[in-house]
């Protein structure tokens, strides 16, 4: 992304929070050896996780990660809490914390195509803001909305818009050109009704560039080449597809069925040929439908399909390759804690599982670009790992 001129409308960002994350190096030490109270780990052909650092997130009281990412060069890490904490990948100190409009629905803010800036949205109102990633200091806000929420219910009121607030998704392209925003607005009161929104921008100037309406459009993800995928879906009993639209247009270039429920998590290959995805729940016999699946992206033939037996898939992130697919659930099963699993993405044995202890919750795990060092959060920790044995 160009350097951006700063405009003047709207408030100042909160700038760098002080403070830094507790290291702790993990030095040779085998992830499998280091898994007490139930924990365990399971590797096929000999790949192992070796645990490199654990990083304590700064707020004792907000330690569960929405979101994570590693810059394109792999140099910085950020994780959303109830604020973005960028950490230097190289030290693994705290570079800066800076609030943003954070949601619990994936991931919620980008990087430019250098690294150097962050995308993410700090106000319901505003679409999104353009961040300094190392000091968290707003370089510019983007247009508002071209459309007037409380306008287009026929209502009023601060009610409306604060319903919006967790309905939001956020997604910047590879290329830090495109920002897509997809609205899901809620009406207030008896006649309560629903509007849904795709909006495009620009992330250089902020201009809004095309917008798309009446499909109920969750999980954007965008290809390398700008194409947008997303779950779409007409209502709760309807079928859902996987859409796969052109951008800067938002014209739909294919759609193929997936299955009753809902989707939780929705992921490009790096060379954007296929498309993972991780369902929410099993709303149908589980004999017939897989938890997670890889799709052809050009034909929507099913390539490979995993039965996890826990559900929901929260979150899945290609290895860099384009080989494996690290994917988590929301929830555990027994006695242990959420289920972490390195998938082949051609099918067959997964070649790690790794559940945590009891009730704890892995999140968002995801791959450095460029090292391909797993990141993921547990216990209010950040834990980076390299995988050995591929």
Not at 45 to 61: C, E, F, N, Y
Not at 93 to 109: D, E, H, Y
Not at 191 to 218: I, K
Not at 326 to 335: N, Q, Y
Request: one cysteine or more; aromatic letters at 8%.
């Amino acid at each position: 992304m160009a350097s951006l001129t700063r405009r003047g409308f709207g408030l100042a960002g909160m700038g760098a929070l002080a403070g830094a994350g507790a290291v702790r190096p993990a030095g040779a030490s085998w992830l499998g050896n280091l898994l007490p109270g139930g924990r365990g780990m399971t590797g096929s052909g000999g790949v192992r996780l070796k645990q490199i650092a654990s990083v304590d997130l700064p707020d004792t009281h907000d330690r569960l990660v929405d979101a994570m990412a590693w810059s394109p060069d792999g140099s910085r890490l950020v994780a959303a809490t109830s604020v973005l904490n960028v950490f230097d990948t190289d030290t693994w100190k705290l570079r800066a914390r800076f609030r943003a409009l954070t949601a619990n629905s994936g991931k919620i803010f980008g990087f430019s195509a250098d690294g150097q800036e962050l995308v993410a949205s700090r106000a319901v109102e505003t679409p999104f803001s353009v961040f300094e990633t190392d000091t968290g200091r707003v370089v510019r806000d983007s247009d508002p909305f071209p459309i007037s929420v409380p306008d287009a219910l026929g209502q009023s009121g601060p009610r409306v818009l604060w319903q919006v607030r967790d309905q939001q998704s956020l997604t910047v392209s590879p290329d830090g050109r495109y920002v897509i925003i997809i609205q899901n607005v809620i009406g207030s009161g008896i006649n309560a009704s629903r509007l849904f929104y795709t909006f495009l921008f620009d992330s250089q100037t902020g201009r809004h560039l095309s917008t798309s309406e009446g499909t109920l459009r969750r999980r954007p993800t965008i290809s390398r080449d700008n194409r947008l995928a997303v779950e779409a879906s007409q209502g709760l009993n309807a079928s859902n597809e996987v859409e796969i639209l052109d951008l800067p247009s938002l014209t739909k270039r294919l759609s193929f069925p997936v299955r009753l429920g809902f989707m939780q998590s929705l992921s490009w290959s790096p060379e954007g040929d296929r498309l993972a995805s991780g369902m929410a729940d099993s709303s149908s016999p589980r004999e017939q439908y897989d938890s997670i699946t890889i799709w052809n992206a050009t034909s929507g033939e099913r390539i490979a399909g995993f039965e996890s037996g826990i559900e929901p898939i929260r979150h899945i992130d290609w290895h860099p390759s384009g080989r494996f697919i690290v994917s988590t659930s929301t929830k555990g099963t027994g006695d242990r804690g959420t289920l972490l699993q390195l998938l082949p993405a051609g099918g067959g044995e997964p070649a790690l599982r790794h559940f945590a202890s009891g009730s704890t919750l892995i999140r968002a795990p995801c791959f450095c670009p460029r090292t391909a060092r797993l990141a993921w959060n547990e216990s209010g920790k950040i834990l980076i790992h390299e995988i050995q044995g591929l």
